[in-house]
């Protein structure tokens, strides 16, 4: 699922399960040793991205779910949780090339990178409340702030690339997802020669810091309530 291609300095991670890149929860669990790996061996950057390039990652396999009790869906959303936050919290600068649909702990996989690129008709959103289910709002309101991550929780609708970049949550637009690729390539070869080995680590931990320490508890809070509500022992919806 998870496809490592050495550029230098930086992995690109290649979320490689067609049609849409979902991922089960035994995938997610594969991405912090994935990590781990690549601090040891000195890597400066990593840009996720998707392939076939269609679409970057349409969240979760949401077929295990119609099988898992809600004390199952419990730890399988722990996965979700560790990988995202050794995304965020490790020191190797992330970026993430972002095309086609970029939907639920997809969308929160390119929340939890520093840096966001994507192409003006990609689409990003949390479309969990359509099938009866909450999840993501902690780490939307991260980079998007209290208003927009409420819309999108509350409504399931997604936003363009283009939206995301005028309200910021993009820094940067290419035209097509290779092109995309390459500018985020380019971006994460300059940052990580640019910040380099122990200065790198004490810059992340210290952005992660001021950025407040209740984050990974709101998303615990977060997980309970999907739990009960998504696990196979959850009332049937219309």
């Not at 390119?110 to 990609?122: G, H, M, S, V, Y």
């Not at 500018?183 to 210290?206: F, H, T, V, Y």
């Amino acid at each position: 699922m998870f496809r490592v291609e050495r550029r230098d300095q930086v992995a690109v991670i290649h979320l490689d399960n067609p049609p849409v890149n979902a991922v089960t929860f035994d995938r997610w669990r594969a991405l912090p040793p994935l990590i781990a790996g690549l601090e040891r061996e000195g890597i400066g950057a990593m840009v996720f991205t998707g392939l076939p390039q269609r679409h970057f990652c349409a969240g979760n396999d949401f077929r295990e779910f119609a099988v898992l009790s809600p004390d199952e869906t419990l730890l399988g959303t722990a996965a979700v949780r560790d990988a995202l936050r050794a995304v965020r919290e490790s020191p190797i600068i992330a970026v993430a090339a972002l095309h086609g649909a970029a939907m639920g702990s997809g969308f929160m996989l390119a929340c939890a990178c520093d840096i966001r690129l994507a192409t003006p008709d990609a689409r990003l959103g949390l479309p969990e409340i359509k099938v009866g289910a909450i999840g993501g709002y902690r780490i939307a309101r991260e980079v998007l702030g209290q208003a927009e991550a409420r819309a999108m929780v509350l409504t399931g609708e997604p936003i363009s690339g283009e939206r995301a970049h005028q309200i910021g949550l993009v820094q940067a637009m290419g035209p097509t997802a290779d092109q995309v690729l390459a500018q985020a390539l380019d971006m994460a070869l300059r940052m990580s020669q640019l910040i380099r080995g122990r200065l790198r680590a004490e810059l992340k931990a210290c952005m992660n810091a001021q950025d407040g320490q209740s984050l990974w508890q709101s998303y615990d809070l977060e997980r309970e309530l999907a739990a009960r509500t998504m696990g196979a022992a959850a009332p049937a919806r219309s």
